[in-house]
């Protein structure tokens, strides 16, 4: 069934932080819905390229030499093997597109490490 | 070089409709954004699932057995070889994701085939 998919009806059904919620599937990829709020954890995927769509709020991508802001409406793309830690001083939504294959933590497993599932 | 994308600035460089530009690349896939208005052509993507995410305006997606309105903030994910043509009334700002290979024509090739370009 070919369905529309509306992206602050999901996240009014997302009640936790860093918990990747899988709202679509097209080829080998999820796209994924995610509350954030505070650091996560210094991480990297090492075959895999990963886009975080700012929803809302502004999201800050810290990488080994810089940091970089995402506002609203803006999106960046981390390629696979490039270490990275997204902070969100405040909450932040983000819209997600990684290869199914993609562990939330990359190389890192720990307690935040979590399956994808779908909402 | 590790970059943010702006959407809305992005769009301010893109003047026609039905020619998608490539603004960024994961995995397999472009991200590419797109003008629209009228119609399209009737087509299906043999091999390629297609998302698209309705960033300004409102999208008809006509399928054979129905229509589908996708409003902004809503997205669609068209599986491969499902026909579809996408309607726009009144101009739409979409973002669409789709393997690398994808024709925006699919199966059809006329003169509204166009290659994949860089913004």
Same mark, same amino acid.
């Given at each position: #069934?070919?369905?529309?998919?509306?992206?602050?009806?999901?996240?009014?059904?997302?009640?936790?932080?860093?918990?990747?919620? *899988? *709202?679509?599937?097209?080829? %080998?990829?999820?796209?994924?819905?995610?509350?954030?709020?505070?650091?996560? *954890?210094?991480?990297?995927?090492?075959?895999? %390229?990963e886009m975080f769509l700012v929803?809302?709020?502004?999201l800050?991508m810290?990488?080994?030499?810089?940091?970089v802001?995402v506002?609203?409406?803006e999106f960046i793309i981390i390629?696979?093997? *490039?270490?990275h #830690?997204?902070?969100?001083? %405040?909450?932040?939504?983000?819209?997600?597109?990684?290869?199914?294959?993609?562990?939330?933590?990359?190389?890192?497993?720990?307690?935040?490490?979590? %399956?994808?599932?779908?909402?």
């Open positions: #069934m070919i369905e529309t998919v509306n992206i602050v009806e999901k996240f009014a059904l997302i009640h936790e932080h860093w918990h990747p919620r *899988v *709202v679509g599937e097209l080829n %080998d990829a999820f796209v994924k819905l995610a509350r954030l709020k505070g650091e996560f *954890v210094w991480h990297h995927h090492e075959h895999e %390229d929803i809302k709020g502004r800050l810290r990488l080994r030499e810089r940091e802001w506002n609203e409406g390629p696979r093997g *490039v270490a #830690m997204p902070v969100a001083e %405040d909450e932040v939504h983000v819209m997600l597109f990684e290869p199914k294959t993609t562990r939330n933590t990359g190389n890192v497993r720990d307690e935040r490490t979590v %399956d994808a599932e779908w909402l």
